[in-house]
């Protein structure tokens, strides 16, 4: 299979959320991504400033809010993404409810999100339904409060739960969200091959700290 690692680059979201991540781990994860021309970064909440100085509107800033267990209030949420994007974020990953979605109340998941997406304005919503805990109706029923509440991207996984982005969850999203719904496949993604193959599948960002590592390697080894 020919991979074109400039396009998988290109839709990366270059990733660092450790949480031990220093401000010299975030500075570096930028010059990576302005090296390789990736689609943004991703950074926790509390370096969006330093990012966004420090890049100078050269590379995307995106950032996570209700991040990982999905389980701060509306509200919160709300507030944490307006702020975000007051300190310079482009874009927002947030995480759903989960306990609201086993719960069955789509309502308010939905609700919810339309308030980030308000929130967020004109910037980027992408909500993050870390599809290894759901069930593949609690997957679809997410695909449509997506869709209803007007975000922008469906995002399959934190990175930080008991799994990562499957193809076949890249499938069933793509199959069941609105045309206006883009995907974010996430976490766990640790070959170029592997990145392709989202692509192909309709996903068109990659949450990864791994592909930028991977063509280093490359380099390395003089590929």
């Not at 990736?38 to 996570?64: E, F, I, N, W």
């Not at 719960?103 to 919810?112: M, P, R, S």
């Amino acid at each position: 299979m020919d991979i074109d690692v400039k396009n998988i680059l290109a839709h990366c979201d270059h990733t660092n959320l450790k949480p031990t991540a220093t401000r010299a781990d975030i500075r570096r994860l930028c010059d990576e991504a302005l090296q390789y021309h990736t689609a943004s970064v991703c950074v926790p909440a509390s370096y969006v400033t330093d990012a966004r100085r420090y890049l100078g509107g050269r590379m995307k800033v995106c950032t996570v809010i209700g991040f990982p267990n999905g389980y701060d209030t509306s509200a919160a949420k709300a507030f944490m993404a307006a702020d975000a994007i007051k300190k310079g974020a482009d874009e927002i990953d947030m995480v759903v409810n989960l306990g609201w979605v086993r719960d069955e109340k789509d309502t308010d998941v939905e609700a919810e999100i339309a308030m980030v997406k308000e929130a967020c304005g004109d910037h980027v919503l992408k909500v993050i339904i870390e599809c290894c805990l759901l069930t593949v109706d609690e997957k679809i029923r997410m695909c449509w409060a997506v869709t209803h509440a007007g975000a922008d991207y469906i995002k399959t996984s934190t990175g930080f739960s008991t799994g990562g982005a499957t193809f076949d969850d890249v499938r069933l999203l793509r199959q069941y969200c609105g045309p206006g719904v883009k995907i974010k496949a996430a976490g766990g993604i640790s070959t170029l091959q592997d990145a392709s193959e989202f692509l192909r599948f309709g996903a068109d960002r990659l949450g990864t700290s791994r592909i930028v590592k991977l063509v280093q390697q490359m380099e390395a080894q003089g590929n």
